[in-house]
């Protein structure tokens, strides 16, 4: 069963707009959540993370949402730019489990 | 700095033959992780080492697969023998404080397995 779940495998947007990618976990014991950004022939890097004590973490272009209630996260890229384009992958954590990453999602952002 | 090297990038071997993948973590990071990817599970973990010490081989699939670490600077994942299903990218990946979430992974840029 997967617990954290991307399920949007990928997504197309023009440059200068909004980039909202989704995850949704099932595992209440999650309380750490980070972004990853995936080059072709490269390992993934961190892009931002959210603690479950706050709904929102701000970093430049990239805002990350947390509603633990519906146990939902969101990635906003604004502006997009053509170099996001990129495999995102979301992950999760807590109390003694391991990091466990979505899917990824494939983002095109089209000039 | 130096991240978190891996080698081979690409290995190619067929079914049958004994397969050793390296990693060298990111000096003072005292948690390393392997993990595989494929299309069809996306990024699994293997197994997670903390102070060279192996925590947790759940992820591991099947006793083809063995893990070690003999020193701080220094990984293998080994598959013996290899089949093709085990074709897929595996990544390293270390971190500094050894906790599972808190705290950032940081990944080598993989080696691509091919197994015909």
């Known amino acids: 069963d997967q617990q954290v779940k991307q399920n949007s495998p990928s997504l197309s947007v023009q440059e200068g707009r909004i980039s909202i990618l989704n995850c949704d976990y099932t595992n209440s014991m999650f309380d750490y959540f980070l972004w990853y950004k995936k080059y072709p022939a490269e390992g993934p890097t961190f892009l931002i993370s959210i603690s479950s004590i706050k709904d929102k973490n701000e970093d430049g272009r990239f805002t990350v949402f947390l509603n633990k209630s519906a146990k939902h996260l969101s990635l906003h890229i604004v502006p997009s730019q053509p170099g996001d384009s990129a495999v995102y992958f979301c992950a999760a954590s807590g109390g003694n489990t391991p990091l466990v990453f979505g899917k990824g999602t494939r983002l095109s952002v089209i000039a | 700095d130096a991240g978190v090297i891996q080698s081979p990038r690409h290995e190619v071997t067929e079914m049958g033959q004994e397969v050793t993948l390296r990693c060298k973590p990111i000096s003072g990071h005292n948690s390393l992780f392997w993990y595989r990817q494929t299309m069809m599970r996306g990024l699994e973990l293997l197994i997670y080492f903390n102070n060279n010490v192996p925590i947790d081989d759940s992820g591991m699939p099947e006793d083809r697969f063995s893990a070690k670490m003999p020193n701080a600077s220094f990984s293998t994942l080994k598959i013996q023998p290899s089949e093709p299903r085990d074709s897929a990218v595996y990544f390293c990946?270390?971190?500094?404080?050894?906790?599972?979430?808190?705290?950032?992974?940081?990944f080598g840029p993989g080696t691509r397995l091919t197994v015909l």
């Open positions: 990946a270390s971190s500094a404080l050894g906790t599972w979430g808190g705290d950032t992974q940081y």
